[in-house]
């Protein structure tokens, strides 16, 4: 019984301590570390809402031009700015890095950025892919467009993202839920555009037509090729993707809202923490990655579009053609963002 | 009467893990409009949601769990002896792994449709529907009730069943005239876990976008980090959660039914009607867990030559896991042994009261434990950060919220009952005598828990470990509210993969999880069903 004990007892302490020496040495080098030797070696730390695996190859080439080291934390962009918010000014974090404009509206607005006075970045960026008060930048383009199923439809019937509303639309249109910032975000345009009244309207109309709901932008264009529906409305990179494994899909992309104000176009986009501590590693970085190089790498790995206009994209999505954008600041994402998520709410969109 | 630490601790236990509870509950007591408001035309939906998922998932559980259980339990037919123990084996499938290899595999641009379109011309029912959530739930949780229904049948005397005999009821009358009411209070303990486990799930329902009030509370909280209005949905969850152990409690009643002489005489099922019988077995343990087992092995597969989860953060995805689940296997089952030790020394009503009520955490949704340990961690960093402000003129930062510390304490909340109930079991059976002689040659309490107790409950406090440890390898919400940012476990690994399709990416860690359900699987097994 004795020997049972000390066993036990021998365990029970051999696990604390592997278990204890894992969960320390895990977060030490994420905050104190980062946060000690910044300074010396020239560090930037970086909060990323960019997928992981996006973003390794692009950091290491930064890394070799510059010497500058990019350590990062991956988390969604909610979880970022709650971070933020609660470190406040003993952040590690030097650069935020968010996939929606909406969300790089909102944590301008709780303060969390800073301004950053840049020629490079002003002379890279167009004015509407970036904050009018400089606390944060696109970096890329993302599209968010209509799919079709070429087999059923033909180009001539698509038009707009409102058409979508008409009758003759039922039962053949696949949407992503309201739980995503990316339809927030496209809602969010439709207000710009046309009021909350009218856009209610056409989010109601979309529901009457009742379509299927994927949280999915692949699954989405997998079930438009499957002919589960007719038509859908993702982001383009994910047909681009999809496209460059298996050429024959019988999807193609359209180009919505041609005719008016242009298609809905969102960033990834970053800015600079209000407390970073490598402020001038972090503008660089900013500025690195809307060059040539940077642009490059950050927009092809994911088949994105580059925001610099002197940047050519990825010959699969050049070969989509140019396109109409709507001119508004991206900004207006953020800014309607709760409107658009009520609104959805009451039209009983998922 | 116990004085000193030993009268102390079983209260400070009892705080400790009913504190974020009990704050949960004062929301349901203070509602507020307002929030309520805020949520719009969600509120009421999500409640008719949770409301229909119990139902349906009570209702799906109740009849695979019962048909099964009295197959196996009444006849002899092909296989019958495999089946008896296979059957348990879906409780190793976390629902939302088969929620998302069902999503994969059953929606329409699925293999499944897909050739069920091509072949036979038939479309599918829509997968992404609340009756989707009713099939994947009933699938993984039936055997909880198959389990505890096959424990009740397996005691009914012989003597009951021949009165069957000579009443010449058929094998569908014994049931539900004999075999069924005289195991209620089994079946209902089994329907109350299966119903709490549909209450806890959110994946699943987001998967399938059947908003109830656990994906409700991850919308408002993971998406808009609203704090407030994700503790009212809680408070409104911990109700539901309530009224089924109330329900169950009833269906229990006082009702004790003894049968003397168990084991009843199984009947010969042959030829088509024994056919039948194990097809239907077949059919089941196919569905619930050999599909989803072979699709995420075809995929890990796949997955070898262009991983999209490379293997090194597969590594530390399961070194996390790994540590999280043996960290806090250890704190609940040290909490348990001193709680259940000390009191079978002795003890007032009302510490034992109190011991039963830390631990109802169980009953209490993963969601409502996380943002009730959420509310009450960050009051208790503010308070610390203030106090050492004025006293020492330094501020430590956030020492519990968003760090393991706070996670390891949420997962206590929630699984100490298990280890609880493992421990106290297997101390009830130490003779008073051994404790008292221990007491009377003047050992202080905790000695006697120490020297003679724990050590001679060493099966039960083994179980309980590993009992939790399962559990918080497979844990979803509590690790999303409360994790550390950006530190990814398995189980998040794959929920994050499958909410983007990435199959594949989610398929080995997901694996990892259903290898660690066997466990406690085979656990019971060997204990004989």
């Known amino acids: 019984m004795k020997e049972m004990r000390r066993a036990l007892a021998v365990l029970a302490g051999f696990l604390l301590l592997v278990t204890a020496g894992c969960l320390t040495v895990e977060q030490k080098p994420a905050e104190e570390e980062g946060v000690a030797e910044a300074r010396e070696k020239g560090v930037v730390y970086v909060y990323s809402a960019r997928h992981y695996g996006q973003m390794e190859p692009v950091f290491e080439e930064f890394m070799k031009e510059t010497g500058i080291e990019v350590r990062f934390t991956f988390g969604k962009d909610a979880e970022i700015r709650e971070r933020l918010k609660a470190e406040g000014r003993f952040t590690p974090a030097d650069v935020y890095i968010a996939v929606d404009a909406g969300n790089l509206w909102l944590a301008a607005q709780e303060g969390l950025l800073q301004p950053v006075e840049s020629e490079v970045l002003e002379r890279n960026i167009p004015a509407n892919f970036r904050d009018p008060e400089n606390r944060w930048f696109g970096l890329t383009m993302r599209v968010r467009t209509l799919v079709y199923n070429t087999e059923r439809v033909s180009p001539e019937e698509l038009s707009t993202y409102e058409d979508l509303a008409d009758p003759r639309w039922k039962d053949r249109l696949c949407l992503r839920p309201s739980t995503k910032v990316y339809t927030q975000s496209l809602v969010s345009s439709l207000i710009a555009a046309h009021g909350e009244d009218k856009a209610e309207e056409i989010v109601r109309g979309w529901v009457e037509n009742n379509p299927r709901f994927i949280d999915s932008d692949t699954r989405i264009i997998e079930t438009v090729a499957a002919g589960g529906c007719d038509v859908g409305v993702v982001m383009h990179y994910y047909l681009a993707r999809l496209l460059d494994r298996n050429p024959d899909l019988p999807v193609r992309i359209f180009w919505a809202n041609q005719e008016d104000r242009g298609v809905h176009v969102n960033i990834v986009g970053a800015g600079v923490t209000r407390y970073a501590k490598n402020r001038d590693e972090a503008v660089k970085l900013i500025e690195w990655l809307s060059s040539e190089k940077g642009q490059r790498l950050f927009a092809d790995g994911n088949f994105e579009y580059p925001i610099n206009p002197e940047v050519e994209p990825h010959p699969l999505v050049k070969g989509w053609g140019e396109f109409r954008i709507d001119p508004i600041n991206v900004a207006e994402y953020g800014r309607l963002q709760a409107k658009a998520i009520h609104l959805m709410e009451r039209a009983g969109y998922r | ?529």
């Not at chain 2, 209450?199 to 699943?204: G, I, M, N, V």
């Open chain 2, 1 to 529: 009467m116990l004085r000193g630490a030993a009268g102390i601790l079983p209260l400070f236990i009892f705080l400790l893990v009913a504190l974020p509870v009990l704050k949960v509950l004062a929301e349901v007591a203070v509602p507020s409009l307002e929030t309520w408001r805020s949520l719009g035309p969600l509120l009421p939906l999500m409640l008719r949601n949770t409301l229909l998922l119990l139902l349906g998932v009570g209702a799906g559980s109740f009849l695979l769990g019962v048909s099964l259980a009295w197959l196996t339990a009444a006849y002899r037919f092909p296989g019958s002896r495999y089946f008896e123990v296979l059957l348990i084996l879906p409780l190793a499938v976390p629902t939302y792994v088969l929620g998302y290899v069902y999503m994969a595999t059953f929606d329409y641009a699925g293999p499944f449709s897909t050739a069920a379109r091509q072949l036979l011309g038939i479309t599918l029912p829509e997968i992404r529907s609340g009756y989707g959530a009713v099939a994947v739930m009933s699938l993984v949780l039936y055997p909880y009730v198959y389990v505890m229904a096959r424990a009740g049948f397996r005691q009914l005397s012989r003597a009951s069943m021949d009165v069957c005999r000579v009443m010449g009821y058929t094998g569908l009358e014994t049931l539900i005239k004999v075999a069924l009411p005289l195991s209620r209070p089994a079946v209902a303990a089994g329907m109350a876990l299966v119903m709490m486990e549909a209450l806890t799930d959110f994946a699943t329902v987001r998967f399938f976008n059947f908003p109830t009030l656990s994906e409700g509370i991850i919308r408002v909280w993971y998406g808009r980090m609203n704090l407030q209005a994700a503790m009212e949905l809680a408070g409104l969850l911990l109700l539901f959660a309530l009224a089924v152990v109330s329900v169950e409690h009833r269906l229990r009643g006082r009702a004790q039914y003894f049968q003397t002489g168990g084991g009843m005489e199984k009947k010969h099922l042959r030829g088509t009607r024994g056919a039948a019988a194990a097809f239907f077995c077949t059919s089941v343990l196919f569905l619930a867990f050999l599909l989803p087992v072979l699709q995420l092995t075809l995929w890990a597969l796949e997955e070898t030559s262009a991983p999209s989860t490379s293997l090194e953060m597969y590594l530390q995805l399961l070194s996390r896991s790994l540590s999280l689940a043996v960290a806090a296997a250890l704190v609940c089952v040290l909490l348990a042994t001193v709680l259940a030790g000390v009191l079978q020394l002795g003890g007032s009503r009302i510490m034992r009261r109190l011991a039963g009520l830390s631990t109802m955490g169980y009953a209490v949704p993963g969601a409502a434990v996380g943002v009730g340990a959420l509310s009450v961690l960050s009051s208790f960093d503010r308070w610390l950060n203030s106090l050492l402000e004025g006293t020492l003129g330094f501020t430590p930062g956030l020492l519990a919220t968003g760090t393991v510390l706070g996670l390891i304490y949420a997962y206590t909340v929630k699984f100490m009952t298990i280890a609880y109930s493992a421990v106290d079991s297997s101390m009830s059976r130490i003779t008073p005598s051994i404790t008292g002689a221990a007491r009377s040659l003047g050992a202080r309490p905790l000695e006697v828990v120490t020297r003679i107790q724990a050590p001679m409950a060493v099966p039960g406090i083994a179980a309980g470990a590993v009992l939790v440890f399962v559990d918080v390898m497979k844990e979803l919400p509590i690790t999303l509210i409360l994790r550390p940012f950006g530190y990814d476990t398995l189980a998040v690994w794959v929920w994050q993969m499958a909410a983007e399709s990435m199959w594949g990416g989610a398929a080995l860690p997901a694996l990892t999880i259903v290898l660690a359900g066997v466990i406690p699987v085979a656990y019971i097994i060997r204990r004989g069903v």
